[in-house]
């Protein structure tokens, strides 16, 4: 299994990114799929996750700004970030839990984000 994922760039403070994240190889079924982050010399973490059934979850600095969603049909991902801000800034990673009924985590490569004026 493989998580590419793409979409990020340099942004004004005020703008907007669709962050983009594919699933590929022998693929059952997809749990939950989700976003991470890691800031220069900081730790990586939560974004946002959304479940096969159920909510989607959103870590609280990114609540309101951005909107996480799911083509389960094409096992892709995607972050929609608005009213980004310079702390923002950072390697966003998709990640994604697969497997029924034993399931294993698997992470993309990274796409680097950056909001500055």
């Known amino acids: 299994v493989q998580l590419q994922a793409s979409g990020g760039g340099l942004v ?3 703008g907007s990114l669709r962050l983009s994240c594919a699933a590929s190889g ?8 989700g976003w991470y982050r890691q800031a220069p010399g900081k730790q990586r973490e939560f974004v946002a996750s959304m479940p096969s059934v159920g909510s989607t979850n959103y870590a609280d600095s990114v ?5 996480i969603s799911r083509d389960n049909a094409k096992n892709t991902v995607s972050l929609q970030m ?3 801000k310079p702390e ?3 390697v966003y990673y ?3 839990n697969i497997g029924a009924p034993f399931t294993s985590w698997y992470w993309g490569q990274g796409t680097k984000v950056t909001v500055s004026s």
């Open 82 to 84: 608005n009213s980004l």
């Open 63 to 67: 609540k309101g700004r951005f909107t």
């Open 12 to 14: 004004q403070p005020g």
């Open 26 to 33: 022998s693929i059952d079924s997809i749990n939950v799929m």
């Open 88 to 90: 923002d800034t950072a």
């Open 94 to 96: 998709c990640n994604a």
